[in-house]
């Protein structure tokens, strides 16, 4: 007989997107314009100690005239990201809410949080400690940490024989961050699925689910497999539904937690280790962060919002609260007011020749080269920057690219199939007839075009 339990209620905070189509990575080349900093950090002074700075640095200025404290930047930088209908803030799970300036503060310290959804976006850092199994039955063995679960969709296999199993067989994969200790290749058993809870300092640990099947142990016992027959499809489901909490959410062999590389959303003093503003950045310490980019609603922030957030992060003192935000920023102490020009997020890779060329090689080659030419539009090989500052022809007003203007960009609107184009949103796809980049790759587009769609850097 086969049973599921359910005893922990709240074990259904996370939703597992386990049949999400895996994204494809693109490889971007995010050495050029790194950060070459070595800081020196200040002092963190007490707000009243705060002077203003006075140097000469244009950038530096501005950033202390438009956000002054905290609460300027969060309103005027933060707030803005979240506010436009769809904004990353509302809409998505894997950012923090970031509405209030109480959201603000607590994201301080606050680890970041592992979105459902495409597992290749998931960055080791944000993974979490992964729910533990325990075989009991045939196997039996001690609770192990899980890596990730991948129900393969096919037939009950009537002939359960773990050595003719493998990667591809239909059936509940149970992959492990380390292998389970038994001698045996598998049998009827029972999966118990254990989750341990901190509240209030006290550690609880809960089964909250059960199924019992046949496995079969692979890999050295860092893989099983347990049979799902038809009738118990649905309970599979379920449990899948139940949403496992995955340690190698992103399945590639490192579990970030287990691993100790927690990374929090922002880090008091260290802007650089901060997954928020890595997000921004994408990248962290030289190494890709995975996903899109935020905040994707908007326009890429300028340097001097760059600068006024990474000057609140540095000055942050330990353990500070909301009411921190009210004091000024400590632009004169503030160890990037020095050449605020590194934070320029064209720093990163996004640049003509390293990003938005190979977008276009790659997704509109096929119909707008010089063999092909739809539309009259050539969009590789040479010439190609010098004839996107030119004049749409299907809405001559508007050049295809307008630096630092996204909205008159023309061909920016057609990418994202904004009200007003003519014709279909690009790139077109004649089988289906529609089409879109990834939000990564319009993202980068973006903020190429706010940057100065500038050729060579
Ligand atoms: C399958 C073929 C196809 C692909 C792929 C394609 N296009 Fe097009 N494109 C067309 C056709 C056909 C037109 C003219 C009709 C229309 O706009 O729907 C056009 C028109 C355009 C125009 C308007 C030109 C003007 O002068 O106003 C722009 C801009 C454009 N495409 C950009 C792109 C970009 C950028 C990509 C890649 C991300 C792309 N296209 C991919 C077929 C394609």
Same mark, same amino acid.
Not at 68 to 77: A, E, F, M, S
Not at 349 to 356: C, K
Not at 436 to 443: D, K, N, V
């Given at each position: 007989?086969?049973?599921m339990t359910r005893?922990a209620?709240?074990?259904?905070?996370?939703?597992l997107?386990l049949f999400?189509?895996?994204?494809?990575r693109e490889t971007?080349?995010?050495?050029?314009?790194?950060?070459?900093?070595?800081?020196?950090r200040?002092?963190?002074?007490?707000?009243?100690?705060?002077t203003?700075y006075d140097?000469?640095?244009?950038t530096?200025?501005d950033?202390?005239?438009?956000f002054?404290?905290?609460?300027?930047?969060?309103?005027?930088?933060i707030?803005r990201t979240? /506010?436009?209908?769809?904004?990353?803030?509302?809409?998505?799970k894997?950012?923090p809410d970031?509405?209030?300036?109480?959201?603000?503060?607590?994201?301080?310290?606050a680890?970041?949080?592992?979105? $459902?959804g495409?597992?290749?976006?998931?960055?080791?850092g944000?993974e979490?400690?992964?729910?533990?199994?325990?075989?009991?039955?045939?196997l039996?063995?001690?609770p192990v940490?899980?890596?990730?679960?991948?129900?393969?969709?096919?037939?009950e296999?009537?002939?359960?024989?773990p050595?003719?199993?493998?990667a591809?067989s239909?059936?509940l994969?149970?992959?492990?961050? /380390?292998?389970?200790?038994?001698?045996r290749?598998?049998g009827?058993?029972?999966?118990?699925?254990?989750?341990?809870?901190v509240?209030?300092?006290?550690?609880?640990?809960i089964?909250?689910?059960?199924?019992?099947?046949?496995?079969?142990?692979?890999?050295?016992?860092?893989?099983?497999?347990?049979?799902?027959?038809?009738?118990?499809?649905e309970e599979?489901?379920?449990?899948i539904n139940?949403?496992?909490e995955?340690?190698?959410?992103?399945r590639?062999?490192?579990?970030?937690?287990?691993?100790?590389m927690g990374?929090?959303m922002l880090v008091?003093?260290r802007?650089e280790d901060?997954?928020?503003?890595?997000?921004?950045?994408?990248?962290?310490h030289?190494a890709?962060?995975p996903?899109?980019?935020?905040?994707?609603?908007?326009?890429?922030?300028?340097?001097?919002e760059?600068?006024?957030l990474?000057?609140?992060?540095?000055g942050?003192p330990?353990?500070?609260?909301q009411?921190?935000?009210?004091?000024?920023?400590?632009?004169?102490?503030?160890s990037?007011?020095?050449?605020?020009?590194?934070?320029?997020?064209?720093?990163n890779?996004?640049?003509?020749?390293?990003?938005?060329r $190979?977008i276009l090689?790659?997704?509109?080659?096929?119909?707008?080269s010089?063999?092909?030419?739809q539309?009259?539009?050539v969009l590789?090989?040479?010439?190609?920057y010098?004839?996107l500052l030119e004049?749409?022809?299907?809405?001559?007003?508007?050049?295809?690219?307008?630096?630092?203007?996204?909205?008159?960009?023309?061909?920016?609107q057609?990418?994202?199939?904004?009200d007003g184009?003519?014709?279909?949103?690009?790139?077109f796809?004649?089988?289906?007839?529609?089409g879109?980049?990834?939000?990564?790759?319009?993202?980068d587009?973006?903020?190429w075009?706010?940057n100065?769609?500038v050729?060579?850097?």
């Open positions: 007989m086969t049973r005893s209620p709240n074990a259904a905070l996370v939703v997107a999400a189509l895996a994204g494809c971007v080349d995010y050495n050029s314009g790194r950060i070459d900093f070595d800081p020196e200040p002092e963190v002074p007490e707000a009243e100690d705060i203003p140097g000469d640095d244009e530096v200025l950033a202390q005239m438009r002054p404290t905290g609460l300027d930047l969060h309103q005027k930088v707030w979240c /506010t436009p209908n769809g904004g990353v803030c509302h809409n998505a894997e950012y970031l509405r209030t300036p109480a959201n603000l503060a607590s994201a301080f310290d680890p970041c949080n592992v979105q $459902p495409e597992s290749t976006s998931v960055f080791d944000c979490p400690s992964g729910d533990r199994i325990r075989f009991t039955g045939n039996d063995t001690e940490e899980i890596a990730y679960v991948e129900q393969i969709a096919g037939d296999i009537d002939d359960f024989d050595s003719n199993l493998s591809e239909p059936g994969h149970i992959h492990l961050v /380390t292998p389970v200790q038994t001698d290749d598998g009827w058993s029972t999966a118990r699925f254990v989750r341990t809870f509240e209030g300092g006290e550690v609880d640990e089964t909250y689910a059960s199924y019992e099947t046949q496995w079969a142990v692979l890999d050295g016992g860092s893989h099983l497999i347990g049979n799902v027959r038809e009738y118990q499809s599979v489901e379920e449990l139940v949403g496992i995955e340690a190698d959410a992103n590639n062999g490192v579990a970030g937690a287990t691993a100790d990374v929090k008091p003093g802007p901060s997954y928020l503003i890595a997000r921004i950045r994408g990248e962290m030289d890709p962060i996903g899109s980019r935020m905040p994707l609603a908007n326009a890429p922030l300028s340097i001097s760059m600068l006024g990474y000057c609140l992060v540095e942050w330990e353990g500070a609260d009411a921190y935000l009210s004091g000024p920023i400590d632009y004169r102490n503030c990037y007011s020095e050449d605020p020009e590194a934070l320029n997020l064209l720093g890779g996004v640049t003509w020749q390293a990003r938005v $190979p090689e790659a997704n509109c080659g096929g119909c707008h010089e063999a092909e030419q539309g009259d539009l590789v090989g040479e010439g190609v010098e004839r004049n749409s022809l299907q809405l001559p007003d508007l050049s295809l690219i307008e630096p630092g203007d996204a909205e008159n960009s023309y061909l920016y057609k990418l994202i199939g904004a184009i003519i014709g279909n949103t690009m790139p796809n004649p089988l289906t007839g529609e879109q980049l990834t939000e990564a790759e319009l993202g587009i973006l903020t075009i706010s100065g769609a050729e060579d850097q």
